[in-house]
């Protein structure tokens, strides 16, 4: 097993592993250790099948049940089917981190590359903690205590577009739910500080009127993005990532349509090595 990192900030790409069967335990922590130093691992030409897939995710953790948004692989009910293309455009768009509408976000997330576009549809990462240690002084010690309020962001257009009212949306909401996050978490197994926003989900700053609120995020936004904090992977077919939910955004382009893009992803839920992390 041979780890290569990719770039200074985020991000390294592992060779000399076949996951067509269950790692050992030696080699899944390896895998956990690389995750928790380059936050974002990537594969390349596995032969995964769903349940090569399913058995990788549960040695890291719980698999969550695949979000009733999208459809499901029928060998399993934790793996979400993302399948865009010209009839089927993204829903989603911009930098996010997984479900931080919740109180209490997933720990990781693996994808798996099953069909992809001759060119395009690549996926980028940035470290939550990069953006954080690159944050001027004065910035870190004006934001360290306050927190911000999430929901669902762009879900909402799954339960507005052709509607008169706003029944669906209140319903939405009672469902998805909101929730109040730290700017600056600390990572449970790092130690790292981390600045925890994303312009998906991230509404409002609280204790700051909505304009001074949109003025902050908007200038934290501009830091986190800054090339210099990211990696960019091209799929492939057969290729995996496995990122760490926990300090990382992602953001997938769509500008590969209208040629099409399937992708297989499980979401774990806890990490079985870091309890209550």
């Known amino acids: 097993m041979n780890v290569r990192k990719l770039t200074p900030a985020i991000g390294a790409e592992i ?14 922590d390896k ?3 690389a995750l928790m130093q380059h936050q974002v691992v990537f594969f390349r030409d596995q032969n995964i099948s769903a349940e090569n897939h399913l058995s990788l995710a549960l040695s890291f953790g719980e698999p969550q049940l695949a ?27 911009g930098w996010h981190t997984d479900i931080t509408y919740h109180q209490n976000p997933p720990f990781a997330c693996l994808l798996v590359a099953r069909e992809v576009p001759d060119c ?26 306050l927190s911000a309020v999430h929901d669902m962001g762009d879900f909402r257009n799954n339960f507005t577009e052709g509607q008169s009212d706003a029944g669906a949306l209140i319903d939405a909401h009672q469902t998805f739910g909101s929730a109040i996050h730290p700017l600056v978490k600390t990572h449970p197994v790092s130690g790292r500080k981390l600045l925890y926003i994303n312009e998906s989900f991230t509404q409002q700053i ?8 949109n003025r902050m995020l908007d200038y934290l936004y501009r830091h986190i993005e800054q090339p210099e904090n990211q990696v ?6 057969g290729a995996m990532a496995i990122w760490d939910n926990r300090c990382t955004s ?7 349509l209208p040629h099409s893009r399937e992708m297989h992803r499980i979401t774990i839920i806890n990490d079985a090595r870091c309890p209550g992390g």
């Open 15 to 28: 060779s000399g592993l076949d996951l067509s069967t269950r790692p050992d335990k030696t080699s899944a």
């Open 67 to 93: 979000n009733p948004l999208y459809p499901r692989h029928p060998a399993s009910d934790n793996i979400m089917i993302l399948r865009s293309g010209a009839d089927n455009p993204p829903d989603t768009g």
């Open 232 to 237: 960019r992977f091209h799929w492939t077919p």
């Open 31 to 33: 895998i956990y250790e």
């Open 120 to 145: 395009g549809g690549d996926t980028l990462w940035l470290s939550l903690t990069k953006a954080w240690e690159t944050l001027p002084g004065g910035i870190k010690s004006e934001i360290e205590e």
């Open 250 to 256: 992602h953001y997938a382009t769509a500008d590969y």
């Open 206 to 213: 609280i204790g700051m009127r909505a304009t001074e609120s």
